[in-house]
């Protein structure tokens, strides 16, 4: 038997630290979870706090090297994160220890920083949910709101369960758009590099052929070749004015107006704006299901929602709907009026809100849309081959018969000049 000291919170965050005599410290966790209490560091009495020497509570700084590390936080960190620390205070561990170990094994250097951060709060006495709040670039207001529901209710676990099944949603969604756009993207691509190796060595050659010719060129030719010859004597400016426009465009879209523009052009876009759509009609189910779930209430919800929203558009929605439920309004009624939902998602919503299972009906919505993304870009994918292989054989087959037909005239014995 040994003696250990402890710190916990009760469901009401009330910090209560004490001394237990127990064989290890898994025994110490399973009987301050029975008594409803959050464990968050256990030390052997015989240790000094902060040695580097406890478990769950010490100063182990998290190893990163050896590891490849990259500085921004992408989608899967934020799931990994959620997967590995449900586990560990599902199966027990103490948070601080739980902190600790993950942030040994994050791939940011970013997200590793600031979980250092949060375990030397939560360390020194701060809750969970505070101690995530001082890094708002980091920890969304989802994650505040159910970490707190989950501190709360003493459900920690569940909290990040749900959270982890929100991010794989949201991952899923986001590697949808990307292969959507990734596939066009390689085949305009392909196309322009095809299209330069004619205009810069293929074309000239036969220019240099043809113009020891005493012979009248087609039209077609004519203008194959002026546009290779504009285009090989002004590349600098072509160039330079393709990554000045790039440069611009940067730097509007970082502007409220431009990410505005942006957001009703991805809308609009014809093929690409019913995708568009359907990923953030399925963000907003997606996250609405996963925030009433937690026991957050709908005005929060749906506050949370309108901050958090990846078009300005549907932000703004969300917000317009927000304030007619704030007046006693169901939720069925704005969304149709915003003119932003399908009718199928606002039936839907209406049929849960009746029923008293809105939180249920906006998961079948999210699941609805997910689906209908996964259709949409298969669909667009059979689609797009073809028409990729008629633009670019187009392409090809212009300035091809701009080459062969000064030959099939010459060949053919027409009249020069």
């Known amino acids: 038997m040994a003696y250990f000291n402890y710190s916990a919170r009760d469901q009401r965050g009330t910090v209560q630290t004490g001394e237990l005599e127990a ?26 706090v902060g040695s580097g020497q406890a478990s769950g509570g010490g100063a182990m700084r998290p190893r990163s090297k050896g590891r ?72 969304s207001q989802l994650w505040l709101n159910l970490v707190e529901t989950g501190e709360a209710s003493g459900h920690l676990a569940e909290s990040l369960t749900q959270l982890s099944r929100h991010f794989e949603s949201a991952q899923h969604l986001q590697s949808e758009a990307q292969t959507a756009m990734t596939y066009p993207a390689f085949l305009i691509g ?52 393709i990554v000045g426009s790039i440069i611009m465009l940067r730097k509007y879209l970082q502007t409220d107006p431009g990410q505005w523009t942006r957001d009703l052009i991805m809308l609009r876009v014809p093929m690409f704006g019913s995708l568009f759509t359907y990923i953030q009609i399925a963000e907003f189910s997606r996250g609405l299901a996963t925030l009433l779930e937690s026991g957050v209430p709908l005005l929060s919800s749906l506050q949370i929602l309108e901050n958090s929203a990846t078009n300005k558009l549907y932000g ?93 005239k010459l060949a053919t014995g027409t009249p020069g000049k």
């Open 68 to 139: 490849h590390m990259h500085n921004g936080i992408k989608m899967e960190d934020q799931v990994m994160l959620c997967q590995q620390m449900a586990t560990l205070v599902g199966a027990g561990a103490p948070l601080l220890r739980s902190l600790e170990v993950v942030s040994g094994q994050v791939e940011s250097r970013k997200l590793m920083k600031a979980l250092e951060e949060v375990r030397k709060d939560v360390q020194g006495g701060s809750t969970f949910r505070t101690a995530l709040s001082k890094h708002p670039q980091v920890f």
């Open 190 to 241: 392909m196309a322009i590099l095809v299209m330069a190796l004619f205009v810069y060595w293929l074309i000239p050659k036969f220019a240099t052929m043809f113009a020891s010719m005493d012979m009248e060129l087609p039209l077609i030719t004519r203008i194959v070749m002026g546009v290779s010859d504009f285009c090989r004597k002004y590349v600098i400016l072509i160039v330079g004015g």
């Open 316 to 408: 703004k929605a969300v917000g317009q709907i927000k304030e007619r439920v704030k007046e006693g309004k169901s939720m069925a009624e704005p969304m149709d009026q915003t003119g932003m939902f399908p009718a199928i998602a606002v039936q839907m919503i209406q049929i849960g809100e009746e029923v008293g299972e809105l939180s249920a009906m906006t998961g079948r919505v999210a699941k609805y849309y997910e689906e209908r993304v996964e259709i949409f870009i298969s669909r667009m994918t059979r689609l797009f081959e073809p028409i990729a292989i008629v633009v670019m054989g187009g392409l090809v087959l212009i300035i091809v018969l701009s080459i062969f037909m000064p030959i099939f």
């Open 23 to 48: 064989l290890d410290e898994e025994e110490v966790v399973t009987r301050l979870q029975h008594r409803g209490l959050l464990v968050t560091s256990i030390v052997p009495k015989e240790q000094r």
